[in-house]
């Protein structure tokens, strides 16, 4: 069965909602296809205990306020799941699932979209799958050797899974910190980080993390020096829960390993650390396999965009996969403007 809109959303967590309060305010048909089961994105995944960096008020996609969370300064994922289930109801969104894109092909005048539930034409695609799905793993020696249990950032739940073991953490970016923090009082835990961690000042959160990525944008703009944005800050939100470790002594990083055994890891001189289970957080690839019939990759595997439109299909937006396609877009509070600007291009396109 073949169906045609104006434009398909691929994706109906926050980077699609907010695509789709854009385009509904633009008065455009479109429709939202999601994978998933129920509303609430990639959140509905997380492990048990994280919260966001920033205050309700602070994360908030376009139109409407996330309510405060009674009890929580920083709302946790449950909270969010609630948040984006309620906004999708709210305006009314068109979102269709469990619908898996497998492809979109270019067709005519039209793109089509392949899927398994049969197919939509549209005149303007806009992809807002995020990352979750495609988590990274690197290739350390002997991984495949390791008798334990490995297993990545998406597959984390409870530190009651590891009570009483031996527990290595790799990665010192905020889900390797918050991990870490979590493991931090159950088991015998050893967190291993590339460079040593490098938190951010206890007061900064995700509203001046947003504003620093802003700041950032706007320079570059203006042929001004480079800020350096976030990254100049540090690596770590020191959320509640990784500072109150750390200033107990329990958040102490040592080197990476440079390669791992059947019994654990080893550094470069030797020491070894036996381990029962390896949690890498060691994040994420953007997931666009389902954009790959259209060959818009680079050499690096990377799509060329101008803000979130594809240089060599103009037809074809990207939004949500981080400051590649906006400032923060991969967050709730920084998607709602390339959402915004993504939405309007779109609407010109088709009114040309």
Not at 196 to 210: H, N, Q, S, V, W
């Amino acid at each position: 069965m073949t169906r045609q809109a104006d434009v398909v959303v691929i994706g109906g967590g926050q980077a699609g909602l907010a695509a789709g309060y854009h385009l509904r305010r633009l008065g455009l048909d479109f429709i939202i296809l999601d994978a998933q089961a129920e509303a609430g994105g990639a959140w509905q995944h997380a492990w048990d205990s994280l919260h966001l960096f920033s205050p309700a008020a602070y994360s908030s996609l376009p139109g409407r306020p996330m309510p405060v969370q009674l009890g929580e300064v920083y709302p946790d994922a449950g909270h969010v799941v609630g948040y984006l289930t309620e906004y999708e109801r709210r305006y009314d969104l068109p979102v269709r699932r469990p619908v898996r894109v497998t492809g979109v092909h270019q067709d005519g005048e039209f793109l089509r979209v392949e899927t398994d539930m049969g197919v939509w034409r549209a005149r303007a695609v806009i992809s807002a799958t995020g990352t979750w799905w495609r988590p990274f793993l690197p290739a350390v020696p002997g991984r495949a050797d390791f008798s334990g249990r490995q297993l990545h950032t998406v597959e984390y739940r409870s530190p009651r899974d590891f009570a009483g073991q031996r527990v290595i953490v790799v990665g010192g970016g905020n889900s390797g910190a918050q991990i870490a923090a979590d493991l931090a009082y159950d088991t015998d835990l050893t967190w291993a980080t590339q460079r040593p961690p490098r938190f951010l000042a206890d007061d900064i959160d995700g509203r001046a993390l947003f504003d620093t990525a802003t700041a950032r944008r706007r320079a570059l703009e203006e042929d001004r020096t480079d800020t350096g944005g976030v990254a100049s800050l540090g690596d770590i939100v020191a959320v509640p829960p990784v500072r109150a470790a750390r200033d107990a002594g329990r958040l102490k990083a040592a080197p990476m390993f440079v390669r791992l055994d059947r019994d654990g890891v080893v550094w470069a001189d030797g020491t070894r650390a036996p381990a029962d289970a390896i949690i890498w957080c060691t994040g994420f690839r953007p997931a666009l396999s389902h954009l790959a019939p259209l060959q818009l990759r680079g050499r690096r595997g990377h799509i060329a965009t101008t803000g979130t439109r594809a240089v060599d299909e103009q037809r074809l937006h990207l939004l949500g996969y981080g400051d590649w396609t906006g400032p923060a877009s991969a967050t709730l509070i920084g998607v709602g403007r390339p959402a915004r600007d993504a939405a309007r291009e779109v609407a010109g396109m088709l009114r040309a």
